[in-house]
């Protein structure tokens, strides 16, 4: 059996995105919701959840459905300071939106040592054909809708490694094209 599949980007608020996905008039602080309204889900970005606090974290549940779902990705080389605390912070202030966390790197390091909380799953991945990919989840690169079969291949691998879960996840790196694919992957994604 195959899962469905959430179509995401890695982060919201991309520079690249702001002339022609959000709306000129838009305000800043709006613009999760906005993405929210057309995606189901998202990877947050190291750099924007690593020290947010309680009150961004609230902000940012407030912000979506209660069917949207948040995961974080932690990708440096080294994490400054305990990486437990920002993932404790972190599933406090989702809840139930905190999907997991995707991890490279240092905090694959301490994923394989035990060193992080219990809580939201962690999946550690590899390189595979240009994609990242994790146990429930692929973090693809250099794709977009002018590759619609390759479009449809990651969907696919996808769904098969979503396997009995509920949903597998993929998400796009941020591009000029970006919410474009996203777009494309949805409706392929809703086909097959």
Do not use: K
């Amino acid at each position: 059996m195959s899962g469905l599949v959430r179509v995401g980007a890695l982060g919201w608020d991309e520079p690249e995105w702001r002339n022609g996905f959000y709306p000129d008039d838009l305000p800043e602080d709006w613009r999760l919701g906005y993405y929210a309204n057309e995606f189901s889900t998202v990877l947050v970005p190291q750099r924007l959840w690593w020290n947010a606090t309680d009150q961004t974290w609230a902000g940012w549940a407030d912000l979506v459905s209660p069917a949207f779902r948040f995961w974080l990705h932690a990708d440096a080389g080294t994490l400054p300071g305990a990486p437990g605390a920002a993932l404790t912070r972190a599933a406090s202030g989702l809840g139930g939106r905190l999907a997991g966390v995707l991890c490279e790197g240092a905090c694959a390091a301490a994923a394989a040592h035990g060193a992080l909380p219990d809580g939201p799953p962690v999946e550690t991945g590899h390189a595979e054909a240009g994609l990242r990919v994790f146990g429930s989840a692929i973090l693809a690169t250099n794709l977009s809708t002018r590759d619609l079969p390759a479009l449809r291949a990651v969907i696919e691998r996808t769904r098969t490694l979503a396997g009995a879960s509920e949903h597998g996840y993929l998400f796009f790196t941020p591009a000029v094209d970006t919410p474009a694919t996203l777009h494309a992957a949805n409706t392929i994604a809703g086909l097959i």
